[in-house]
């Protein structure tokens, strides 16, 4: 039996994102907040490293966005990095009055004035990453998940994946659900959908994201008629612990801001042969010097040495690393961590404007789903957990200002699936799965070729041909959605790296080796799109 619920907002996604908006908006307007799973499993509850902001007398804006500009290789729109950066702070004070606990500096002066800890990290010129230890995700998902369950005006639905938007008359008014505790789809509709969906690094085989990272946002956006940019820039981290039984957990930066030095087998250091900042060099530029030295010599791993530090400074700066990799006999006090690179973070996503606002009325897109243009080519250390907070707020205050004008969504039919049936070949997901993020790792990951790209674009054809047999033939679960998504979103990364004529931050290509002397975004325009007569830009 399927049912039907109408609130003034919709949210799909309970990370960062998500959960800023709903608090930032009034408390007469109701709102829906889906989640996958529990408000702790995306990818905001496992960020360790911290959120930049300027906060410092010896820092700036004009620094800041400078460092941005120059991490995005061109790429990134100075409106929306302006505006990011001019946001940080009052977004910081937000956070901390909602209750959450950043790290202060330990010296008795310092203490008496409150001063925060800030940390260094690669692309930055100035310690400004706030942060809760090496745990900041987990302390802001916590904090904000209390606040929405106080919340009167926020109705929280866990267990719930999204299927599809309800688009009517050029409007999105809402979207069909699964909940997988009954199996049912169930209509969702509200006068403003929020996708915060997160990105959509599932598509490859090594990866530090959760399981839930599979473009679902991006992919719905998509199939609704919204323009999508600049999917060729997928953030490979470069240290993820590299142990059989350790699952998708990333070695925070933050090591290598406080001192941490990348080594071969023999002992040799090896980043200043490709960069004369060493390990503070931008992830691109470190993932790619390890991905070279692993296929040069071989092996299987490089290493990250900080047992130079004490003990003591390891125990509060970074427990999370350390108790982890204790589980895993690894004690980073007294050896190097063996780390690999792995698919991180999308820098593309639905285009956007600097409120949130896709290119279907009533629809907007916040957090690593969308495409702002602060990132631009490589996104820099830490701006993510900041962008996530800044077009929230936007996001919410334009929500907020339209409400009372919005009209009702009219009535839409309900799921149909009087044609479809349980499925006896979930093999074909779980081998589809395993082939997608294989081809995707050989041949659209840290170094590509056209020859790869080709292959990719072939092989992804014929698995969206199979997918959509196998959709519509069978009762939708959380596993036929996610690669139905997964797959979606790999044909437009394929897309735009083959488009993309250059090497240029985080895409690079044998065949291209320069960078052309203009940045242009890479946009796609589906054939659906309210502006497929419009030029894109």
């Not at 010296?107 to 942060?131: C, N, Y």
């Not at 090496?134 to 302390?139: E, I, S």
């Not at 040495?305 to 990799?325: G, W």
Request: aromatic content about 6%.
């Amino acid at each position: 039996m399927t049912s039907h619920y109408k609130h003034d907002v919709l949210v799909i996604g309970s990370g960062a994102a998500g959960l800023s908006l709903a608090l930032h908006l009034p408390r007469g307007c109701q709102v829906a907040l889906l989640s996958k799973a529990d408000l702790t499993q995306g990818s905001t509850y496992w960020a360790q490293g911290g959120m930049a902001a300027v906060l410092h007398d010896r820092d700036t804006i004009e620094s800041h966005v400078a460092d941005t500009l120059a991490a995005g290789a061109g790429l990134c729109s100075r409106e929306a990095v302006e505006f990011t950066v001019r946001n940080s702070r009052r977004c910081v004070e937000w956070l901390v009055a909602q209750g959450v606990d950043f790290d202060l500096r330990q010296d008795q002066a310092a203490q008496s004035q409150r001063e925060f800890h800030l940390t260094m990290e690669g692309g930055h010129s100035h310690r400004r990453i706030i942060h809760s230890a090496d745990r900041t995700g987990q302390a802001i998902s916590e904090v904000l998940g209390e606040r929405a369950r106080e919340a009167g005006n926020i109705e929280i639905f866990t267990d719930r994946v999204a299927v599809d938007l309800v688009v009517a008359d050029g409007r999105c008014q809402g979207a069909y659900i699964l909940d997988q505790q009954t199996g049912s789809v169930d209509l969702f509709q509200a006068n403003a959908v929020v996708l915060a969906t997160g990105g959509a690094s599932k598509a490859y085989l090594y990866t530090s994201n959760p399981d839930g990272a599979s473009g679902d946002g991006i992919a719905m956006a998509w199939r609704a008629g919204c323009r999508v940019a600049n999917l060729e820039f997928n953030q490979f981290h470069p240290t993820c612990l590299y142990h059989p039984k350790a699952k998708s957990f990333l070695i925070t930066e933050a090591i290598r801001g406080e001192g941490g030095r990348l080594l071969l087998p023999d002992g040799s250091a090896f980043m200043q042969r490709f960069d004369n900042r060493g390990e503070l060099a931008p992830r691109d530029v470190v993932a790619r010097a390890i991905d070279h030295e692993m296929k040069r010599l071989g092996i299987d791993c490089v290493f990250l040495d900080i047992s130079h530090k004490p003990r003591e400074f390891l125990e509060s700066h970074f427990p999370t690393v350390m108790s982890r990799c204790l589980e895993f006999g690894i004690d980073i006090a007294a050896e190097p961590i063996p780390v690999v690179p792995a698919a991180h973070y999308t820098c593309g996503g639905i285009v956007v404007d600097t409120r949130g606002r896709a290119d279907l009325d009533g629809l907007y897109a916040i957090g690593e789903a969308s495409c702002t243009g602060l990132h631009g080519a490589n996104r820099m250390a830490s701006n993510s957990l900041l962008e996530c907070i800044v077009f929230a707020e936007s996001a919410a205050s334009d929500i907020a200002g339209d409400l009372g004008r919005l009209p009702e969504p009219p009535p839409a039919p309900p799921w149909d699936e009087s044609q479809v049936t349980d499925s006896d070949e979930d093999v074909v997901i779980s081998h589809n799965w395993d082939e997608l993020r294989r081809f995707m790792w050989d041949y659209v990951g840290i170094v590509r070729t056209n020859k790869r790209l080709q292959r990719a674009q072939h092989r992804v054809q014929l698995l969206q041909d199979e997918i959509a047999e196998y959709y519509g033939n069978y009762k939708v679960t959380n596993d036929l959605l996610e690669l139905r998504n997964l797959a979606m979103v790999a044909e437009l990364m394929i897309r735009c790296a083959i488009s993309r004529k250059e090497s240029r931050g985080l895409h690079y290509t044998l065949d291209y080796p320069e960078q052309l002397p203009e940045a242009r975004d890479t946009v796609l325009v589906p054939d659906n799109s309210p502006l497929q007569d419009q030029p894109a830009a």
